[in-house]
């Protein structure tokens, strides 16, 4: 295999980019690793010269219920994906197979909602859930996004492609429109809907906004407020503490990633080819 | 026959509408009435608790204007994308470049360069806090020790957008280069090979007479999702300035008023400014897309 | 005029799996030539080496005697027009065709997209580019389409805008990979017709790709016949359809089918087969195998045995058990009604014929001269047959 020299520049570039990409993970990892008394030299090189342990580790999580921080971004997320699966299926199945007079009108006001980002919402749905006396829960935390019109538009150009011929076949053999939808229809949705969970899971993870809005006990924390609750009751200077607890909030979803790299990204692109 | 035809559609369409009523229910909820609240607490001077309020008009988007925390925060966040957008678009595309050329190390370079699009924002900005740290962080130690001495990064008004506007590009490049690695490999081979024929050879040439101006939808959704999302910065401004040493972002302000500070209307008032500049980029995106939408 | 081509002793392997095995072929100048296989046989690959967009692992290419491995594709004098034509979706029609002249006419900086209008010495060259654009263009009738873009333009037009592209700069060689494949079957047959004018109005030396028999037997002046990576047969449309060098070319060519029965020589070299019995003018190998083949145009068919419109050597009887009518001949299948009950294929005229029906019983005939006989290798026997003689 001859070694061009485009090839030898081209290499250089990238690892050099992929080494300013990788280099805040090494160092939280090392410095979680690190001796305080190693952190403050401030050297240029991220590896401990001595073995310090996971001492920082065991003070995170001796102050900061990271488990439970998790298990909160589980509930929320998943809470989230199925509330918006369940609503865009049908929406989608009613918008690309059953046209109803104002469809076209609902499907406009889909595409306007999907340029509304949260923070833009946030201020009236607080006071509303304020009012409620709903703050601070599960519920809160999920509402705003119950409606994915990203949802709804994929599937309803998923939908669209699905021949209509098998559908009036099913119906002449007497299947509801429901049947049709779950039984036969959503199936053939499937890679869709796989990349699609991905993308609302990842996004609703590390979302920050809106938790931070709604959520003032740190029970219900999810992952990024709980770092945020943690790097607030640090004092500040506690380096290796601060990075042990950042390389903890990290940790699933690269972990996820590296696992299922293929739907991450499949999931990261279709939001880019609607 | 023609009344059964009719019976079955009208029907088919009850169920439609049927179906898509939670969708209708959530949009009403979740969009329109808070837009509407947004529109008539901008109007107002309500604070929250407040047991009474006034009409106030357009006053509250006058006072917009002359806020300078506002305006402040206004020109930040236009640096700030002055930097990300330019950045995150050629950073991004010549990476794209380079690894779609890759056979075997491509799977390698994609895992590290999306890396940080996964990560959370609020636990990398405390590393980048870290590693901007003028005692503590490596970066001024590099300086130090190549004698360019250090920079406050984060205190220092001067700096801190434009490192704020780094650990954004930081986040982004990886994203971007995913959408410019599909882009590219829609190009058909054959295009290359008749450029080939032709004499426009692989290298410059053929970027700028074929691979460029085939990439122009790729680029153009890049352009547009990376501005939308520089303008939605937020979360380093939190952990790393909290809008101190006059850092703050459109968002931060608004987040501020509304959250902190308790007041409203005014808070309304600039989220519809904000709403607005989105809206502009969006409608770009949207007109592309509704196009699609209907020819699908 | 056209160039010679030649290929020597061409080899290229993809991850282990030998693409092309040993291809030699000498094209004279001006021939019209083509290569002819099924899908995956390797010719596509074959024509992007000679192109210079693939390198083979082994051979030489030469033009005229003199190799041009190691040159660019645009330095070879050669064009190429592409299965789904490649024309640059963002340029127009007037654009695509001017590039190659543009590349070869403009150094590397006097091209750049800005400088190129303020460049000294450009507006000469410019002109002459806009003529040769324009002249193509109006040889093949687009002359009207300049301004548009492909996206704007049916496929046939955008086939001519293809070939225009591979026209303007007169190459010696012009290669076509598929460039009918993706016509309706109606334009197909006027753009085939069209190519031939071109070459003969041209006269460069044509390689066409193609899997389809009729345009290659149509169009060549002589055809390569490839499978697997190997070259079966270079000839004439003629000499392949009457000597196939082997098996595989007798069945490749010719719709439908050539039937074929494998035989058995007797302890006498001879061929038994029922009411057959025949022996070649050179003896047979005793007990040997051997493939006969018989096209479905060379036998007769007739209501009774006598009735044969013209001489036959041998008379079978059979039946039908499947008929199509295809307007002015039949094609149908019939099974002979002793030995061996193994289908033959025959074309019949409606004219000659006018009433087949299924389940008919018909008297089939045919010369032996038009038999041809392939060895247990599949490779065509030099054999005269003559009835023989019972024992």
């Keep these: 295999m001859k070694l061009k020299t485009s090839d030898v520049i081209s290499h250089a570039v990238l690892l050099g980019g992929a080494a300013i990409m990788l280099m805040p993970f090494v160092w939280m990892f090392f410095t979680a690793i690190k001796a305080p008394s190693e952190i403050f030299e401030a050297s240029i090189w991220?590896?401990?010269?001595?073995?310090?342990?996971?001492?920082?580790?065991?003070?995170?999580?001796?102050?900061?219920?990271?488990?439970?921080?998790?298990?909160?971004?589980?509930?929320?997320?998943?809470?989230?994906?199925?509330?918006?699966?369940?609503?865009?299926?049908?929406?989608?199945?009613?918008?690309?197979?059953?046209?109803?007079?104002?469809?076209?009108?609902?499907?406009?006001?889909?595409?306007?909602?999907?340029?509304?980002?949260?923070?833009?919402?946030?201020?009236?749905?607080?006071?509303?859930?304020?009012?409620?006396?709903?703050?601070?829960?599960?519920?809160?935390?999920?509402?705003?996004?119950?409606?994915?019109?990203?949802?709804?538009?994929?599937?309803?150009?998923?939908?669209?492609?699905?021949?209509?011929?098998?559908?009036?076949?099913?119906?002449?053999?007497?299947?509801?429109?429901?049947?049709?939808?779950?039984?036969?229809?959503?199936?053939?949705?499937?890679?869709?809907?796989?990349?699609?969970?991905?993308?609302?899971?990842?996004?609703?993870?590390?979302?920050?906004?809106?938790?931070?809005?709604?959520?003032?006990?740190?029970?219900?924390?999810?992952?990024?407020?709980?770092?945020?609750?943690?790097?607030?009751?640090?004092s500040g200077a506690n380096y290796g503490a601060l990075m042990a607890g950042a390389t903890l909030i990290t940790m699933p979803m690269v972990i996820a990633f590296l696992f299922a790299r293929k739907q991450f990204i499949q999931g990261i692109t279709m939001s880019g080819f609607r | 026959m023609k009344s059964n035809r009719n019976d079955a559609e009208f029907r088919l369409a009850w169920v439609g509408m049927g179906l898509a009523t939670p969708a209708s229910f959530l949009l009403t909820v979740l969009y329109v009435l808070p837009l509407l609240c947004l529109l008539l607490l901008s109007l107002t001077d309500y604070e929250l608790g407040a047991t009474t309020l006034s009409w106030l008009g357009t006053e509250n988007f006058q006072r917009a204007w002359s806020d300078p925390v506002f305006i402040r925060s206004l020109k930040n966040t236009l640096v700030y994308m002055a930097i990300v957008i330019p950045g995150g678009v050629l950073l991004s595309l010549l990476v794209a470049l380079l690894v779609h050329q890759r056979a075997r190390s491509r799977s390698f370079y994609e895992v590290i360069y999306f890396l940080p699009v996964t990560s959370t924002m609020i636990a990398m900005a405390t590393v980048?806090?870290?590693?901007?740290?003028?005692?503590?962080?490596?970066?001024?130690?590099?300086?130090?020790?190549?004698?360019?001495?250090?920079?406050?990064?984060?205190?220092?008004?001067?700096?801190?957008?434009?490192?704020?506007?780094?650990?954004?590009?930081?986040?982004?490049?990886?994203?971007?280069?995913?959408?410019?690695?599909?882009?590219?490999?829609?190009?058909?081979?054959?295009?290359y090979e008749a450029a080939e024929v032709d004499g426009v050879h692989a290298g410059w040439e053929r970027f700028i007479r074929i691979t460029w101006p085939m990439l122009t939808p790729t680029t153009l959704f890049v352009v547009v999702t990376t501005c939308i999302s520089a303008f939605k910065v937020?979360?380093?401004?939190?952990?790393?300035?909290?809008?101190?040493?006059?850092?703050?972002?459109?968002?931060?302000?608004?987040?501020?008023?509304?959250?902190?500070?308790?007041?409203?209307?005014?808070?309304?008032?600039?989220?519809?400014?904000?709403?607005?500049?989105?809206?502009?980029?969006?409608?770009?995106?949207?007109?592309?897309?509704?196009k699609k939408a209907h020819y699908a | 005029m056209g160039t010679s081509l030649s290929l020597d002793r061409i080899s290229k392997s993809f991850a282990?799996?030998?693409?092309?095995?040993?291809?030699?072929?000498?094209?004279?100048?001006?021939?019209?030539?083509?290569?002819?296989?099924?899908?995956?046989?390797?010719k596509s690959t074959l024509l992007r080496i000679i192109a210079g967009l693939q390198n083979a692992d082994q051979g030489d290419v030469a033009l005229n005697e003199t190799s041009i491995l190691g040159l660019r594709p645009n330095e070879r004098n050669i064009s190429m027009v592409f299965q789904n034509y490649?024309?640059?979706?963002?340029?127009?029609?007037?654009?695509?065709?001017?590039?190659?002249?543009?590349?070869?006419s403009f150094s590397f900086w006097a091209r750049q997209?800005?400088?190129?209008?303020?460049?000294?010495?450009?507006?000469?060259?410019?002109?002459?580019?806009?003529?040769?654009?324009?002249?193509?263009?109006?040889?093949?009738?687009?002359?009207?389409?300049?301004?548009?873009?492909?996206?704007?333009?049916?496929?046939?037009?955008?086939?001519?805008?293809?070939l225009a592209r591979a026209m303007v700069r007169s190459p010696a060689v012009f290669l076509m990979d598929e460039p009918l494949s993706n016509l309706d079957a109606k334009l197909r047959i006027q753009v085939r017709d069209e190519l031939s004018q071109l070459h003969k109005s041209i006269g460069a030396t044509f390689l066409y790709v193609t899997h389809d028999q009729t345009e290659a037997l149509t169009l060549s002046d002589r055809v390569a016949v490839m499978d697997a990576g190997q070259v079966l047969q270079f000839d004439t449309p003629q000499n392949l359809y009457q000597k196939p060098a082997n098996l595989t070319v007798a069945k490749f060519i010719g719709s439908p089918q050539i039937n074929c029965w494998e035989m058995k020589a007797d302890s006498l070299g001879r061929l038994n087969q029922g009411e057959w019995l025949v022996q070649g003018n050179l003896q047979l190998s005793v007990n040997s195998k051997v493939t006969l083949g018989l096209r479905p145009?060379?036998?007769?068919?007739?209501?009774?045995?006598?009735?044969?419109?013209?001489?036959?050597?041998?008379?079978?009887?059979?039946?039908?058990?499947?008929?199509?009518?295809?307007?002015?001949?039949?094609?149908?299948?019939?099974?002979?009604?002793?030995?061996?009950?193994?289908?033959?294929?025959?074309?019949?005229?409606?004219?000659?014929?006018?009433k087949i029906s299924l389940g008919d019983t018909l008297w089939l005939?045919?010369?032996?001269?038009?038999?041809?006989?392939?060895?247990?290798?599949?490779?065509?026997?030099?054999?005269?047959?003559?009835p023989g003689s019972p024992a």
């Design chain 3, 16 to 42: 282990g799996n030998k693409v092309i095995n040993n291809v030699s072929l000498q094209i004279k100048s001006g021939e019209f030539v083509s290569l002819l296989g099924p899908s995956g046989c390797g």
């Design chain 3, 113 to 162: 997209p800005l400088i190129r209008n303020f460049w000294p010495g450009n507006r000469s060259t410019n002109f002459l580019i806009e003529e040769k654009v324009l002249s193509v263009a109006k040889s093949l009738q687009i002359e009207t389409l300049l301004d548009r873009k492909p996206g704007q333009l049916s496929g046939g037009q955008r086939q001519r805008v293809a």
């Design chain 2, 234 to 290: 937020f979360d380093t401004v939190l952990a790393l300035t909290q809008g101190k040493s006059q850092s703050e972002v459109v968002l931060y302000a608004i987040y501020l008023e509304g959250f902190q500070y308790f007041k409203m209307g005014y808070a309304a008032a600039l989220t519809l400014i904000f709403l607005a500049l989105i809206f502009a980029a969006s409608s770009i995106q949207l007109f592309k897309m509704d």
């Design chain 1, 46 to 234: 991220p590896w401990p010269r001595t073995w310090y342990g996971f001492a920082h580790f065991q003070e995170v999580l001796k102050s900061a219920p990271m488990g439970l921080f998790m298990w909160n971004g589980l509930v929320v997320c998943s809470g989230i994906l199925i509330v918006q699966v369940l609503v865009a299926i049908p929406a989608a199945y009613a918008l690309a197979k059953l046209p109803f007079k104002g469809s076209e009108s609902l499907f406009m006001a889909i595409l306007v909602a999907l340029s509304v980002p949260i923070q833009v919402t946030a201020l009236p749905l607080y006071m509303g859930l304020s009012l409620a006396g709903w703050l601070n829960s599960y519920f809160a935390q999920m509402a705003p996004f119950f409606l994915s019109m990203f949802a709804i538009f994929l599937l309803r150009q998923h939908f669209k492609t699905f021949p209509d011929e098998i559908i009036h076949a099913a119906r002449i053999d007497g299947m509801t429109e429901w049947e049709i939808m779950w039984r036969l229809v959503v199936p053939s949705a499937r890679p869709a809907l796989a990349a699609f969970a991905v993308f609302s899971v990842v996004a609703h993870w590390n979302d920050l906004y809106w938790p931070m809005v709604v959520i003032t006990t740190t029970e219900l924390a999810p992952p990024p407020l709980g770092m945020l609750l943690f790097a607030n009751a640090e």
């Design chain 3, 297 to 354: 145009e060379q036998i007769q068919v007739s209501h009774n045995s006598s009735e044969f419109s013209q001489a036959v050597d041998l008379r079978i009887r059979a039946r039908v058990t499947r008929l199509e009518n295809h307007g002015p001949e039949w094609i149908f299948w019939a099974e002979p009604t002793t030995g061996k009950p193994v289908p033959l294929t025959v074309r019949a005229s409606t004219k000659s014929m006018p």
């Design chain 3, 365 to 386: 005939g045919w010369l032996l001269q038009d038999c041809l006989v392939f060895d247990h290798q599949g490779q065509l026997l030099n054999i005269n047959l003559i």
């Design chain 2, 128 to 191: 980048w806090q870290f590693l901007l740290h003028p005692k503590l962080g490596f970066i001024n130690a590099a300086l130090k020790a190549a004698g360019l001495g250090q920079t406050a990064f984060i205190t220092d008004p001067t700096w801190v957008i434009p490192s704020l506007a780094l650990i954004g590009l930081w986040q982004m490049i990886g994203f971007n280069m995913i959408i410019y690695l599909a882009g590219l490999s829609q190009i058909p081979q054959e295009i």
């Design chain 3, 86 to 104: 490649a024309l640059y979706p963002h340029m127009s029609v007037h654009d695509n065709i001017a590039t190659p002249l543009m590349m070869s």
